[in-house]
């Protein structure tokens, strides 16, 4: 049995690494004898050994290199690595992969023999665990923090996207407004329930739950109602004669009186229906603004609710571009499928497309034929939606032209427009509206720049004149020191006077003369304090004297 030349490719966050095997013979290679020696360091540093390690020079190389590998493409990186490392005879040399992909393409572009899996397999798993005694000056915590950053920065350039396009926003809104809905009715009938036993009446004079729950927080107690209440009822019902009514009912009502502390609790508890009402009105005007940006021509075709519908039951805008137009007719309807497959009885002609308006106005024998082309037309609109760099409405506008056509064809036998025409028309327009927002874009950009520029300026001015402020204490500072040495000089220049000869010829002793404390140059001398000085000079010359 002639040897085999193998060598594993493992890709870590650190590098390339190319190993070989010392022992190697067919024999040697058997998957029990690997199995084992893998856990052990010992035995696997007698197994393996370390032919080349090409370290990645930056995180952003690391990034390119690690998708690359993850596509199945050859970098530039580990082909330079294979090249210069690999025996020249390569036909005869085998290298061991991880991954199947990469494999092809390096046997396609260097002629190299790759093996996947088995014993493979196992060497890995040991270079794996082993990596870090593998690799000279290569430590665990190293390891693992390149590991980490790298795992990160992956992770962020594969779910990189645009934040104005996330339909995720979509799901959670949509699903938070079906639950506000049940919530809010729920409420609204406690509401009506409770205050029912005082004021039965208002049940049947208002049917709008918020406003029912409005009239009992203004109302609160029948008995205190009079005209002069009559202006605020008006205002909350918008209509006077419904307004006299409630004031009529109050007065010969057949409730039960009521203690104050309940009325308090009823009100509370109303405002709290009011307070989700008008914040349900807030997410749905939340949702249509977000629906314009991520699905504008489905959101023009069957409205915004539904599309929000149909995006959060397929999970996600590019699922929904990937249903055929036979699944987008029955979504939401499929618990009424399998019965039908069970039962073998007629099968759901539509889903969540119900709701849209077209399939109501169509007659009973049309709703199959008008779902089905609804379906398709909403299949259309989400893989535009999903797939155009510049969103726009204007291909939903045209299709939902196409859908009225075809009820009026199915209602009067007018005869629709091609597609092939309306869709000719839309590319004009939608070129149009993309150039004018790509516009409006750039504006913003520019405008962005320009104040981003000002406010750098700005910044720089600022920190300028901090320098130059801590500049001038500095100056001062140095000409202090100056002036006191002058000052000083001055002064000792004063003090050094001879003192004149005593009357007895003898020279007097040398007393040493006491400096002055220097007085800051600004004080100015009053008379008072001269005369005091003039004095004490009297005293000691008269001591010397003595």
Known sequence: MGPVLLHVLFEHAAGYALFALRQAEE????????????????KFLSLVRLVAFAPFKSAQS??????????????????????????????????????AKIGAAIQEELGCQ??????????????????????????AQSASKAQLGLGHSYSRAKVKFNVNRVDNMIIQSISLLDQLDKDINTFSMRVREWYGYHFPELIKIVSDNYTYCRLAKLIRNRKEL???????????????AKAQAILEASRSSMGMDI????????????S???????YRKGLQEYLRSKMSQVAPSLSALIGEVVGARLISHAGSLTNLAKYPASTVQILGAEKALFRALKTRGNTPKYGLIFHSTFIGRAAAKNKGRISRYLANKCTIASRIDCFSEVP??????????????????????EPPRKNLEVMKEAMVEATEVAAEIKKKLEKKE???????????EALAAAAAAEDSMQETPAEENETEPRKKKKRKRQEEAELEVEPEPAENGLEPEVVPKKKKKLQPPAAVETPEKKKKKKKAHLEQDSDDAD
């Open 446 to 456: 520019k405008k962005k720049r320009k104040r981003e520029k000002k406010r750098l």
């Open 259 to 270: 203690s104050p502390i309940d009325l308090i609790n009823i009100e509370r508890f109303s």
């Open 392 to 413: 726009t409405s204007v291909f939903g506008d045209k299709l939902r032209e196409q859908v009225e056509e075809r009820l009026a064809f199915y209602e009067t036998g």
């Open 226 to 240: 009079s005209e002069e209440s009559l202006e605020g009822l008006e205002e909350i019902v918008m209509d006077s």
């Open 27 to 42: 024999v040697a290679l058997l998957l029990p004898q690997v199995e084992g020696s893998v856990l052990n360091l010992g």
């Open 272 to 278: 709290r229906v009011i307070s989700l009402s008008e």
């Open 114 to 139: 790759c093996q996947t899996g088995g014993v493979v397999a196992e060497i890995t798993r040991g270079l794996r665990l082993h990596f870090c005694h593998l690799i000279k000056g290569l430590t």
């Open 62 to 99: 690391a990034l390119e290199n690690i998708n690359a590998v993850s596509e199945g493409l050859l970098h530039e990186d580990l082909r330079l690595l294979l090249e210069t490392h690999l025996p020249a005879k390569r036909k005869k040399a085998v290298l061991g992969v991880s991954d």
